[in-house]
């Protein structure tokens, strides 16, 4: 029997493809400090915990395939805490922001049509694009230049008569990068002029790190047909395994059409739906403290990358990742060598190879991300544990 093309064209996940090594070097006694994955080691707050044991219904309904209404609310006064004012119509609640994503490339692209992305990105992007038959046009950047947004002139000569939107992650995973109100603009003026929609993933809203605030693409009135948001309850509330989302358009064809694949998904779990609600409502009790608690996790990890000769990075300014170029020429080794041959007292670390985070072949292949998740005390010394099997590694393999 022959399988589909489109599950061979899917890329397995950068991020849990080591898993296996990961469980056989926990087999051996070895302690692995796990930044590979944005998986918190903060408390889920207890506003959401308390919400599972405080339900009084005898039967967990279906709740609606757009969402829950007093969920939806619970959305429409977050974002209006944000400035934004939105219609029950503009929002849909997602099995986490990932749903969101898919369901809107499913949504306004054929298969063969194109997207134009900024690599590296989020590599469940390629994920969902190769599901749906979609191309993805990347555009390079640099960590050498801080992984800012290219020309305009450079963007628009990457759209055909196959591209339908150009998809952005602000703030950035895996950069860590945030996107000026300037550069938005131009983003902006682009797609208005080109008759595109912009797919902006804003789900590190509150961690920015820089003084600048976010600028959400949903505050640019000359697009509001084609821009779509996504966001997600997983990292601004550390509630990952909730799996509660939330896409967002003011186009209600769009809306009233994406709503047709809810309906064929049924629906949200009920109690995680209804679990977000306390936290929607004051958000900024929780996400003030954690963003400061990422601030000194973030200094932490870049103060030793950069004491170690010849890795080259930036400083993150939002979400609470890094993307750092090592030197040696592949990482995918040394993140498997990590896990097979290394250990120091017992320990070793876990971090993602980049290069699944890049469509154009070659790319990333001295590179890593780095996710600062764990408490101030394991992550230093994760980091030198870090540090320690990179020197180790280039001693024994060379580049």
């Known amino acids: 029997m022959e399988l589909s093309q489109r599950v061979k064209n899917t890329p397995a996940s950068p991020i849990r493809k080591f898993a296996p090594l990961a469980e056989a070097a926990k087999n051996r006694g070895i302690f692995i400090y796990h930044l590979n994955i944005g998986q918190p080691d903060m408390e889920t707050p207890k506003g959401i915990r ?23 609310k619970a959305w429409q006064r977050y974002y209006l805490s944000h400035g934004l004012g939105l219609e029950k119509e503009n929002i849909l609640i997602t099995s986490g922001g990932s749903e969101a994503i898919f369901f809107s490339l499913m949504a306004i692209c054929d298969p063969g049509d194109e997207i134009i992305i900024f690599e590296p990105f ?16 990347p555009i390079t950047l ?24 150009i998809l952005i992650c602000n ?38 790190y820089n003084g600048e605030g976010h600028t959400s693409i949903l505050e640019f009135p000359e697009i509001s047909d084609r821009a779509i948001l996504i966001d997600s309850v997983s990292k601004r509330f550390n509630h990952c395994g909730g799996r509660v989302g939330v896409l967002v358009s003011r186009n209600l064809e769009l809306m009233q059409n994406i709503l047709k694949f809810a309906q064929a998904r049924l629906a949200v779990p009920t109690l995680e739906q209804y679990s977000v609600i306390p936290l929607l409502n004051a958000p900024k009790e929780y996400t003030d403290s ?16 950069k004491s170690i000769s010849g890795v080259i990075c930036t400083m993150p300014q939002g979400a609470f990742y890094i993307i750092a170029k090592l030197p040696i020429d592949n990482s995918v080794d040394f993140v498997k060598w990590l896990l097979t041959d290394f250990s120091y007292n017992k320990k070793t670390v876990m971090v993602t190879p980049a290069q699944d985070f890049y469509v154009t072949p070659g790319l990333g292949k001295n590179e890593i991300r780095i996710a600062y998740v764990l408490n101030e005390k394991d992550i230093k010394e994760a980091m030198e544990i870090f540090k320690k099997g990179l020197a180790e590694y280039i001693e024994s393999h060379g580049k």
Do not use: C, W
């Not at 308390?50 to 939806?72: D, N, R």
């Open 290 to 305: 954690i963003r400061d608690e990422y601030l000194k996790r973030r200094d932490i990890v870049f103060n030793i990358l």
């Open 122 to 137: 989020y590599p469940n992007f390629a994920g969902f694009a190769a599901m749906a038959n979609i191309n993805l046009v």
């Open 142 to 165: 640099s960590v050498e230049n801080n992984f800012r947004l290219p020309s305009i002139e450079e963007i628009r000569k990457k759209i055909t008569p196959k591209t339908k939107a």
């Open 171 to 208: 703030p950035n995973n895996p950069t860590g990068a945030v996107y000026s109100k300037k550069e938005l603009q131009d983003i902006v003026n682009l797609a208005y002029k080109n008759n595109l929609f912009v797919i902006s993933d804003e789900v590190y809203r509150e961690f920015i």
């Open 50 to 72: 308390k919400t599972f044991g405080h339900f009084k219904g005898k039967v967990v309904l279906y709740a609606p395939s757009q969402g829950i209404l007093e969920v939806i």
